[in-house]
């Protein structure tokens, strides 16, 4: 397997997404360990918020996900937020890295969740909610996130507070 191309198109992309000046290819080294930004595993969906990127990755034999501070270019602990039983799917995080929102399936249901890096609390926001949920994104403050569901019967947006409350003025489904 190559995969210096692969981390070279990832950190391309990256730059992409951080930089407002155009493309630059930025220097994370490779780390075999994965301890690092670029590894042999497989890395997926990456978001960048200031100095931290999220993704997930099967570092562990288990689909998780990691947060990788640009400045101590270093993986930080995310302890309370990985677990076995929960696939972890398209992570998104607040500029100042405290939330991570993410689709997580558990035991066959897909809900929205939201893990606080200072209380290292994860929250099912979307228990509750009779349908598919896809595609969390976060306000620059972590105080609304948005995604698709389909409790309607069809793919709409709804945004809910950090506490997973539809916030007053956004359409809701009606409830079972």
């Known amino acids: ?3 210096l191309p692969r981390a070279l198109f990832s950190l391309t992309v990256l730059s992409l997404l951080a930089s407002c000046t155009g493309p630059r290819l930025l220097n994370f080294p490779y780390d ?30 288990s689909q998780s996900i990691y947060l990788y501070d640009t400045v101590n270019r270093g993986i930080v602990e995310l302890p309370g937020l990985n677990a076995s039983d929960l696939l972890a799917e398209t992570p998104t995080l607040s500029d100042d890295g ?15 969740y939201l893990y606080d890096r200072t209380t290292r609390q994860l929250r099912n926001l979307t228990t509750n ?44 489904p009606a409830s079972p």
């Open 32 to 61: 075999p360990s994965g301890r690092g930004l670029n590894s042999q595993f497989s890395d997926q969906n990456p978001a960048i918020a200031g100095r931290y990127i999220v993704f997930v990755s099967d570092r562990r034999n």
């Open 129 to 172: 909610l009779n349908g598919q949920v896809r595609n969390p994104s976060l306000s620059a403050n972590g105080n609304a996130i948005a995604f698709e569901s389909s409790a309607t019967g069809q793919w709409d947006v709804l945004i809910y507070n950090r506490f997973g409350q539809p916030i007053n003025g956004w359409p809701t």
């Open 1 to 3: 397997m190559n995969v």
């Open 98 to 112: 405290r939330y991570i929102a993410f689709t997580g399936t558990r035991n066959g249901a897909t809900d929205i």
